[in-house]
T-cell receptor, first 113, second 113 residues
Framework: DAGVTQSPTHLIKTRGQQVTLRCSPKSGHDTVSWYQQALGQGPQFIFQ???????QRGNFPDRFSGHQFPNYSSELNVNALLLGDSALYLC????????????FGPGTRLTVT | QKEVEQDPGPLSVPEGAIVSLNCTYSNSAFQYFMWYRQYSRKGPELLMYTYSSGNKEDGRFTAQVDKSSKYISLFIRDSQPSDSATYLCAMSARGGGSEKLVFGKGTKLTVNP
């Protein structure tokens, strides 16, 4: 049973560019959450998708947007990249019922130069 | 005041020691408490998941929650060099399945052979 997968593993972008990160949830999971983890910090919640809708959003600007597909996979898009967007981007999946755990993927390391 | 406070360490112990990791929180709505282990440049791995107050044991790991003090702990018995990682506490009000997790900064642990 494959766990949460993310692609790409890492990438380097230039300030002002746009980036798309991808996530496939663990089998049987229908809810995907995205987190940003800066170096030396804990993950910070960006948003959560359930039934192809954004269910909850953290304190991130509109430059961060997402999408969930009918097969429950998800994309995170970041426009107009800033140096401060350099971080490990983590995807977590869960069964959408409240009491269930979130399982994380390996992350995508984004470097903005 | 941050919602979740965690001493970032670093913490260095000899092999076989008992390790105590702690977090405090300010949001009394939190009901679900988790501990994740994160190896360098990897995604967080769920270790323990507890609801409300009390203790939960899993092998060498014990999680404690004291809601009256807004204080949670993770104990590692007979620590091994393979336990060397960053340990993140996380919590939520309604459970990770349908809601964001709020993380501490993480405590970096090194177990020396």
């Amino acid at each position: 049973d494959a766990g949460v997968t993310q692609s790409p593993t890492h990438l380097i972008k230039t300030r002002g560019q746009q980036v798309t990160l991808r996530c496939s949830p663990k089998s049987g999971h229908d809810t995907v959450s995205w987190y940003q983890q800066a170096l030396g910090q804990g993950p910070q919640f960006i948003f959560q998708y359930y039934e192809e809708e954004e269910r909850q959003r953290g304190n991130f600007p509109d430059r961060f947007s997402g999408h969930q597909f009918p097969n429950y996979s998800s994309e995170l898009n970041v426009n107009a990249l800033l140096l401060g967007d350099s971080a490990l981007y983590l995807c977590a999946s869960s069964d959408g019922r409240p009491s269930y755990e979130q399982y994380f993927g390996p992350g995508t390391r984004l470097t903005v130069t | 005041q941050k919602e979740v406070e965690q001493d970032p360490g670093p913490l260095s112990v000899p092999e076989g020691a008992i390790v105590s990791l702690n977090c405090t929180y300010s949001n009394s709505a939190f009901q679900y408490f988790m501990w994740y282990r994160q190896y360098s440049r990897k995604g967080p791995e769920l270790l323990m998941y507890t609801y409300s107050s009390g203790n939960k044991e899993d092998g060498r790991f014990t999680a404690q929650v004291d809601k009256s003090s807004k204080y949670i702990s993770l104990f590692i018995r007979d620590s091994q060099p393979s336990d060397s990682a960053t340990y993140l506490c996380a919590m939520s009000a309604r459970g990770g399945g349908s809601e964001k997790l709020v993380f501490g900064k993480g405590t970096k642990l090194t177990v020396n052979p």
